[in-house]
């Protein structure tokens, strides 16, 4: 089960002005965590493995840049694990005068709605798409792996070869690839809802081209820093990417398989920090 909860809260403390808000919601869910319990928070921090949980940015009441006493703030946090959802859902619910500390403001939640999501009925109600488009709302950017290629008669295996590991590394690409966005949704979809998915044959598809961008609105990058006073940051995209399945690649089930990611990618998030 997909759980999202979205938590509404009203400013009763301190002035705050806003840049990229996904850093300061990640962070509330950080301090839900250690209240929870402080091992809990620190092992979802340095997971090595794809993270079950993400965040969507501040929303504010009235639409401002600065939040104040009396502002509304509304923000979504999802997790992909039941384990940890029962956790933060019995916290919540025994914690129902919680306040979050948002900058240098303090906000009293006011109201917790929780929307559970089933992989199954997503499975089942998907359609065969032939043209689709995505908002990127925040700055998203993803991550691609390089590796070094293989020796052509090596009798290792592939993924226990030290020489691969010891040449692998990254790139942060902020462009909307079709392959690396539903390669990520996919990689997120089987780690945590149990439900095999044609995988290698979808994977296989991507690679053909069996997505790809037809055009886009407003597209560009954008910095965003982690904290106003250190140099870390990122850059991610953001806008609307229209795209379509090309006939030459056409087939019903990888269609179907996309407008099922597709679903699970509202939740979800992807890219790096997934907020």
């Known amino acids: 089960m997909i759980t999202s909860f979205i938590l509404r809260a009203i400013v009763i403390k301190g002035v705050s002005t806003l840049s990229f808000s996904g850093f300061i919601t990640r962070g509330i869910v950080y301090d839900i965590l250690k209240s929870i319990s402080p091992n809990l928070a620190e092992e979802i ?7 079950p949980l993400s965040t969507s940015p501040l929303t504010v009441e009235p639409n401002s840049k600065t939040i104040n006493v009396g502002s509304i703030i509304t923000f979504r946090i999802s997790i992909l694990s039941e384990e940890l959802a029962i956790k933060i859902r019995d916290y919540l619910l025994e914690n129902v005068d919680l306040t ?26 998907a359609k065969p ?40 590394y990254y790139r942060y690409i902020p462009l909307p690839d079709p392959y690396l966005i539903f390669r990520n949704l996919l990689r997120l979809w089987r780690k945590y809802t149990g439900i095999s998915l044609n995988h290698k044959e979808y994977i296989d598809w991507l690679l053909k081209g069996g997505i790809a961008v ?38 019903e089930e990888m269609a179907k398989t996309t407008h099922t990611l597709l679903k699970f990618g509202e939740h979800s998030n992807i890219g790096g920090n997934r907020t």
């Open 214 to 251: 037809a055009g886009y609105r407003k597209l560009k990058t954008v910095r965003v820093y982690e904290h106003p006073t250190t140099p870390k940051w990122s850059v991610g995209f953001i806008g609307e990417v229209m795209f379509n399945l090309p006939e030459d690649t056409y087939d």
């Open 100 to 125: 979050l500390k948002i900058g240098n403001t303090e906000a009293k939640l006011t109201n917790l709605s929780v929307i559970i999501l089933d992989p199954k009925r997503i499975l089942e109600e």
């Open 45 to 51: 921090h340095r997971m090595k493995k794809i993270s």
């Open 129 to 168: 798409l032939r043209s689709f488009s995505i908002s990127f709302l925040s700055p998203t950017f993803l991550r691609q792996s390089l590796t070094k290629k293989c020796c052509q008669y090596c009798p290792n295996l592939k993924i226990k070869c030290p020489h691969l590991k010891q040449y692998r």
